[in-house]
T-cell receptor, first 114, second 115 residues
Framework: AQSVTQPDIHITVSEGASLELRCNYSYGATPYLFWYVQSPGQGLQLLLKYFSGDTLVQGIKGFEAEFKRSQSSFNLRKPSVHWSDAAEYFCAVGARAAGNKLTFGGGTRVLVKP | DSGVTQTPKHLITATGQRVTLRCSPRSGDLSVYWYQQSLDQGLQFLIQYYNGEERAKGNILERFSAQQFPDLHSELNLSSLELGDSALYFC??????????????FGPGTRLTVL
């Protein structure tokens, strides 16, 4: 069965500083990987995805993530955080099969200090 | 705006009641997924439909059921509601064809409160 672990429940970062959110997955083959962001009271917005090919993927809002097969990781990064990046971030793994459910990690809440 | 719509936005009801949540997928998307987000369970997959047929089932209770209609909108029916069913229910849709089939777009959710 697939699973996702986000080790950090909360992260506080100063505005303008860099941000890295960790994600480790468990899946029997090469997975599809996603990062979603959820602002308070909002739905989930897709930040970026990895299907195959280049292991460094670029997303919206200046985010990028790197797929490392050897470490079963898909960490999300942003070089300079803006106050509007305060939200909850979810890493998800999708199965390469019919009935593609997403399995989500527990989420990381990001607080941005002025 | 993802293009996925969900109604109602909020729903308050009592234990033992039955409610119906509605979802309209993005134009052209054939798959609809339902997820439940609660404080203790996190985001959990409930069920998926593809072009009217059930494709996959997750941890969906027997008191819950869903269907996808010919116009591709979907409804999630929750019956004999319990306090623990209070949660945010998301619908997502994805387009046909791989790998885009795996990219899911989420609606704004329906917040269900059971009193």
């Amino acid at each position: 069965a697939q699973s996702v672990t986000q080790p950090d429940i909360h992260i506080t970062v100063s505005e303008g500083a860099s941000l890295e959110l960790r994600c480790n997955y468990s899946y029997g083959a090469t997975p599809y990987l996603f990062w979603y962001v959820q602002s308070p009271g909002q739905g989930l917005q897709l930040l970026l995805k990895y299907f195959s090919g280049d292991t460094l993927v670029q997303g919206i809002k200046g985010f990028e993530a790197e797929f490392k097969r050897s470490q079963s990781s898909f960490n999300l990064r942003k070089p300079s955080v803006h106050w509007s990046d305060a939200a909850e971030y979810f890493c998800a793994v999708g199965a390469r099969a019919a009935g593609n459910k997403l399995t989500f990690g527990g989420g990381t809440r990001v607080l941005v200090k002025p | 705006d993802s293009g996925v719509t969900q109604t109602p936005k909020h729903l308050i009801t009592a234990t033992g009641q039955r409610v119906t949540l509605r979802c309209s997928p993005r134009s052209g998307d054939l798959s609809v997924y339902w997820y439940q987000q609660s404080l203790d369970q996190g985001l959990q997959f409930l069920i998926q439909y593809y072009n009217g047929e059930e494709r996959a089932k997750g941890n969906i209770l027997e008191r819950f059921s869903a269907q996808q209609f010919p116009d591709l909108h979907s409804e999630l029916n929750l019956s004999s509601l319990e306090l623990g069913d209070s949660a945010l229910y998301f619908c997502a849709s994805s387009p046909p064809g791989t790998p885009s089939y795996n990219e899911q777009f989420f609606g704004p959710g329906t917040r269900l409160t059971v009193l």
